[in-house]
């Protein structure tokens, strides 16, 4: 009898086919495993409970990597004999139904290959086999096999050739693999004009010099797996200044690479959930609570200014493994971008956007074809992961059990501020790595670029194009454009229902029974009511969403101005509370307050933003009053208010009734009066860490005030002030005893799952055709 299995999911790219070979030998079944563009097809003799049982062993053995999402055994009509097993060339026929594998940090065997002298690979940075290293972004198309990525232009060696065809070798049909002798080459030159050196060829003298110019304080760019990283000796003050001076980057925080976990541990509190990250697959960059007494001596103040955590990663490919181990502390390992650029990932561009940054550039001959930036995370007090950015490691695969998907190919393109989109094609559902923020020229040609090949790769001409309501998003101009060019139907949704959609899909809570609230908190959005949007609260229940309440609206002051100055917020929030002036007008000269008290009494245009009333209280306590980069005086609340609750617990604070309600039944949250009881703790005297601690504790209070009013028990929450881990953690420990409560899982709460949010809103409302359809979103059928 001849049997066929057909695998489906991420199964390409993670050692499926040499897996599939060996259990195929031990059981002395014939016949052959393939990729194709469906995923692993496996055809083979056998018995019908030989046949069951060689399935069932490849579901519950799959490779680490590999994320299997459906599976079919059947008999073939037509016998065919076979006299051994094998692995078959790929198939390029039929359309793409995997998911792509992401780029897979190196595992223990690899390592230990490159650091043990006297094996071949003994210190080649570019050590791969078939469960690690680049995959996404070296990918120009499907299947995955080495003519369709950026290592084609590599014939191996005769030692790497007989590996690739030997099914006893753990390098078994890796496409990525090369050695010494046939590999990829590095080379090092200057970048500044005040310097002349001859360019360095060769991958030992390369990363020698790498080496030296770190040790001397020089600033390398180094082209990594998604493309280049600005580095430096993070122990280096002098260093680390001139980067940020360089980069005109004053405050942001800079990621750290640490040569292993130990000398990691002797610098911050790294909890176990966070070494799992650290050392997995992902190896994304983790938020770290800093020791006291760091003993690398990192230059704190330089890489995280006013704030007690770190973001840190380890060497996630051999070459930042082999730099790090000899240089033995850890270095600053920045995106390699200039201001509002997205990150460099060619030679080109490095040379042309970096030459007045680094010094030198080490780079090497293998292009990388999808540009991301790393990952980053933060751990949770129950060791929850909370995705801050989801990119290298973890973008474009997205598979969640049970996930209803639009039968029609269509793309979901997301917001503005964080950059992302979605695909829904023949079943599956693709997440596009962060792509910057897209108010800038060069991130929208790159997320134009991302989308195409994407899009190309799986053969996703949109039906439907979906983007969001305001009127001034580049997505919006962009959906408009491409259901115009591409003959598709062009839906516009809500961007805070988006975010509700997005959590409610994640927790498989689309069809849940009891109604469910939303707390969606965020910066901005463009709401229905032609104001700005973001501290919202929304019921869900029978595929219905309503708006319930919101912040109590107040003036938007100067645009995107007023979320760069933190004090037009406070001044805007607390415009009729008078104690607040002592604290308040200081900031600003007469001229200026007098203008924009003026401009706050003539405002038209409102917001309901929790983010920005973040921001007015991180100006009142006198953290900041101009932000140089987004969330900045959120970060520094938290911070201040983290400080307080590690000294004394998650304690009680006074709080009062802060829900309005209003004629047209949408609550209001009583903002000015919130912000009173903080300004009489202040006028009191209180420490500044208790206020911030009390106003975070409030927030809590505002929401378990808000799910008693609705009749709610279940809560959900998506938006970018979620990224506070700090108010997570809390409303976990506050509410859980009364309340079910639901967070993103596989994305970040900030606006990089608004398309996601996009599609599944869009999908639901056609499904459940109803008269509050055209309340979630807008439909366009001009195209058609």
């Not at 309340?739 to 499904?767: A, C, R, W, Y």
Request: proline share 5%; hydrophobic share 40%; charged share 20%.
């Amino acid at each position: 009898m001849t049997w066929t299995i057909r695998i489906q999911g991420q199964v390409q790219g993670v050692g499926f086919r040499p897996f599939v070979w060996r259990a195929a030998l031990e059981r002395n079944l014939c016949g052959w495993v393939q990729n194709g563009l469906e995923g692993v097809l496996i055809r083979f003799n056998a018995t019908a409970e030989q046949a069951a049982d060689f399935q069932q062993y490849i579901l519950q053995n799959i490779p680490p990597t590999a994320r299997v999402t459906g599976s079919s055994l059947r008999e073939d009509e037509t016998e065919t004999f076979f006299d051994s097993f094998s692995i078959k060339e790929s198939d390029a026929e039929g359309h793409p139904l995997l998911h792509l594998t992401a780029d897979v940090a190196m595992c223990a065997e690899c390592r230990e290959e490159i650091h043990t002298s006297g094996n071949r690979r003994y210190r080649y940075p570019f050590t791969t086999c078939a469960i690690c290293g680049p995959r996404y972004s070296i990918l120009h198309g499907l299947p995955y096999d080495r003519p369709l990525t950026s290592m084609r232009g590599f014939d191996m060696c005769p030692q790497c050739l007989e590996e690739y065809r030997n099914p006893a070798d753990r390098r078994y049909y890796a496409q990525t693999n090369s050695c010494p002798a046939c590999g990829i080459t590095l080379r090092f030159f200057a970048l500044a004009a005040t310097r002349f050196q001859e360019e360095i060829r060769g991958n030992e003298p390369s990363m020698q010099h790498t080496l030296e110019a770190w040790r001397r304080g020089d600033i390398v760019a180094i082209k990594g797996i998604g493309g280049f990283l600005l580095t430096c000796d993070a122990t280096n003050a002098e260093a680390v200044a001139r980067l940020r001076h360089r980069k005109h980057r004053p405050s942001k925080p800079l990621a750290l690479m640490y040569p292993d976990l130990a000398t990691l541990q002797a610098d911050a509190e790294v909890p176990p959930a966070a070494d799992a990250h650290l050392l997995g697959q992902a190896a994304p960059i983790v938020l770290l609570d800093v020791l006291e007494s760091p003993a690398s001596g990192f230059d704190k103040p330089g890489v995280a200014p006013g704030l007690n955590r770190i973001g840190a990663m380890l060497p996630h490919a051999p070459l930042f493994d082999l730099l790090l181990r000899d240089f033995g502390k850890p270095i600053v390992a920045t995106s390699g971008n200039i201001s509002h650029a997205p990150i460099a990932y060619d030679d080109e561009t490095a040379v042309r956007d970096l030459k007045d940054i680094a010094d030198f550039v080490l780079t090497h001959d293998r292009p990388v074809v999808m540009p991301q930036d790393d990952s980053v995370i933060a751990i949770r007090k129950g060791g929850q992961a909370l995705i801050l950015r989801r990119a290298r490691g973890w973008a474009p695969a997205f598979i969640q059990a049970g996930l209803e998907v639009p039968d029609t190919t269509t793309w979901a393109l997301g917001a503005e501020m964080k950059g992302a989109f979605t695909l829904s094609h023949m079943g599956n559902v693709h997440v596009s790595q962060y792509l910057g923020d897209l108010g800038d020229f060069d991130t929208q040609q790159r997320y134009q670029m991302v989308l195409e090949h994407l899009s190309g790769m799986f053969g996703a001409t949109p039906e439907r194009i979906i983007a969001d309501q305001h009127p001034a998003y580049f997505t919006t101009a962009l959906g408009q454009e491409l259901a115009e060019k591409k003959q598709a139907e062009l839906v516009q949704v809500q961007h805070h229902k988006a975010h509700f959609a997005a959590v409610l899909a994640e927790n498989e809570l689309l069809g849940a029974s009891e109604p469910i609230l939303g707390v969606i908190w965020d910066g901005t959005g463009w709401g229905e009511d032609g104001q700005i949007w973001g501290g919202e609260f929304f019921t869900y229940h029978a595929s219905r969403m309503e708006r319930i309440g919101h912040l109590a609206y107040f003036p938007v002051l100067m645009g995107d101005k007023m979320a760069r100055e933190p004090r037009l917020s406070a001044l805007s929030a607390c415009r009729e509370i008078a104690s607040a002036e002592p604290y308040i007008r200081p900031k600003f000269t007469e001229t200026e307050w007098n203008l924009y008290r003026k401009m706050a009494e003539n405002s038209t245009l409102k917001t309901s933003s929790m983010g920005r009333v973040f921001d007015a209280v991180a100006s009142m306590l006198g953290l900041i009053d101009q932000a140089s980069y987004e969330g900045e005086g959120a970060m520094l609340l938290e911070d201040l208010a983290r400080v307080y609750f590690e000294k004394h617990g998650f304690t009680s604070f006074p709080h009062e009734t802060y829900l309005l309600h209003t004629p047209d039944k949408v609550w209001n949250i009583d903002t000015p009066k919130m912000l009173r009881s903080l300004l009489s703790d202040l006028e009191n005297g209180q420490e500044k860490m208790y206020i911030a601690a009390r106003f975070h504790s409030g927030l809590v209070d505002i929401i378990r005030q808000a799910a008693q009013h609705a009749g709610t028990r279940k809560i959900a929450f998506s938006g970018g002030v979620f990224q506070n881990a700090l108010l997570s953690d809390m409303i976990e420990n506050l509410l859980s005893p009364q309340f079910e409560l639901f967070f993103h899982q596989q994305l970040s709460p900030n606006d990089e799952n608004i398309p996601f949010g996009q599609l599944t809103l869009s999908h639901l409302s056609l499904s459940h055709f109803s008269p509050l359809t055209s309340h979630l979103y807008h439909v366009s059928r001009n195209s058609r």
